[in-house]
């Protein structure tokens, strides 16, 4: 936006927690399990941080009989998540559930004080741990699965029967659970239930027919499944029962196996694979069991290599049915739930790998005035003895602003005045026209004035909008370039940096030092060219209609518009699929 509110912000939150040297790390089992760490390996993870440990056979957890040799896994999940703990209780009660149908799950390992987890206060830097903020991480140690995921081996009749039938018992186990945590309704766009989202997606599909297809298909889901939805059967589900998810273990046996094939034998000390475990309850949700076994199809025929996909899911159906029954509803609908699946991989990997580069702006999209403008000028002038209302400095700061921005816009940085000049200006008039003219001495204004020009030049006047951080992180991990695009002065990088959040961006451009403003698309060219991007393949997210939404958009790039007030009605420009209030929220824009 422009900087008629650079000046305005929010609570700092992590979403995923900062990776932790071999000390801490030590010391976090040593002080909450009593153990001894020998070796770690961070494992990959999309939210949080896992790691791999591997602990001596010596430890003082008198809730551990015995160390598993096979290691544990350390989980500190991410800042946002930690706040809520039925979070937490309702994803490990399902797990906790299932393993008690006889499926290997993960299990929590009980700490020194006799709780499942507890919150840590982990420091944001670990460099300057003496200096550094710290965040509450909910950290849970948990038993490590052994195995290999089951897209690793051969995928023979018998173990595609096996893990049918597997999926058949757990739902039938799931019949008699609840948790209160799942009775909120699944917004993920990999819900089954938002196929019809995937119409959005569709122009980024290049190809012709597939595009077609998948149109298809989603007109197929609301006029086919979406009026038979009250006869499915519905329940607890996992989500995604993917081939990624479930693991197996080899086993050597001359025995015959069970199989929808009965003359699918072992061969003699030949080893074949039994399923020993499932994990990544993530997408778990309250919704309806054909789903679940849609879902597995999918993923499975579309993975397999050996087997030909309509074999794939006949052995694994029959499994299935061998345990659990799907009324005629379900049967019929079976096909067409598989193909939303196998669409919605097609249309949101398309979509995810279509951007490279994602810019935003800083005022009011990124951070904003900690309190307000006026507050914070109150305060730096009470100090020299000024004294003026809050709301009256608010108000006759946007009309300096306004008039400044019309006499010499971008700072006047192309009629030969510098950004301090300029603000000092604005802050003058601001004073000037609220205070007592008494207590308003030219000499002390301009003291005052700079006091406020550096005040704002850290992260003292300013704070980051809650879900920016989280919606950064969620970016950065998906390998997304970051940028800022900014009407700002030559301040933006080091309040940045001051705020915690510098370090995400790949290049910050600010108005005043490119000597180009919004919405001119010549800056939004700089950061084509900095991006090594072109215009179809960047997205550019702010709060101002004129400057960011209309800007990009005639400059070529995907505008997102940044809703900061939901009590201000949407501009008629605004497309309503390309509007967010909370920065998270742009990741179900892609």
Known sequence: MTNSTDCDTMNLVNYKPIELPEHMIAQLLKDRYGMELIDFSELISFDDRNYLVHVTSKHDNPYVKKIDSNGYLLKIFNAEFSKNENFFDGFYSLSDHIRKSGVSTPERITNINGNLMSLEEIPTDTNNIATSRTLQHMVILQTFLPGVVISKVPMVPSLLYQFGKLIGSIHNSLKDFHHSYFDQTSTSSWSLTAVPRLKEYAAAIEDDSDRKLITDIVDAFIEEIIPVMPKFQPGQIHGDLSDLNVLVEERHSSIKQESSNESITSQKNKPDFVISGMIDFADASFSYFIYDIAIALAYMMTSNKQVDAINVSGHTLAGYLSEFHMNSAER???????????????????????????????????????????????????????????????????????????????????????????????????????????????????????????????????????????????????????????????????????????????????????????????????????????????????????????????????????????????????????????????????
């Open 332 to 590: 019929n609908a079976l096909l067409l739930l598989i193909c939303c699946r196998i669409s919605q991989t097609l249309a949101i990997a398309t979509i995810m790998s279509l951007y490279k580069l994602v810019t935003f702006d800083a005022t009011n999209t990124l951070i904003r005035v900690m309190g307000s403008v006026g507050l914070q000028y109150g305060r730096v002038a009470n100090q020299h003895g000024i004294y003026a209302n809050t709301d009256e400095v608010n108000k006759a700061f946007k009309t300096a602003w306004k008039q400044m921005n019309k006499d010499y816009p971008n700072y006047g940085v192309n009629q030969g005045l510098t950004s301090q000049k300029w603000w000092t200006e604005v802050m003058k008039s601001s004073l000037l026209s609220v205070c007592d003219k008494k207590s308003t001495d030219p000499e002390v204004l301009s003291k005052v004035a700079n006091d406020i020009y550096t005040f704002f030049a850290s992260n003292r006047g300013w704070e980051v909008i809650p879900g920016s951080e989280e919606g950064l992180a969620l970016l950065k991990d998906k390998g997304l370039k970051l940028g800022i695009v900014s009407n700002f002065d030559n301040r933006l990088p080091k309040i940045l940096t001051d705020l915690g959040i510098a370090n995400y961006f790949n290049f910050i451009l600010c108005s005043s030092v490119e000597k180009v403003a919004k919405p001119d698309a010549d800056i939004f060219k700089k950061a084509l060219h900095l991006g090594n991007t072109k215009a179809e393949e960047t997205i550019h997210v702010g709060d101002d209609l004129t400057n960011d939404y209309l800007g990009a958009k005639n400059a070529g790039l995907r505008p997102i518009f940044f809703q900061n007030n939901p009590d201000i009605p949407l501009p008629d420009e605004v497309s309503e699929d390309s509007v967010i209030s909370n920065m998270q929220d742009i990741i179900k824009l892609l």
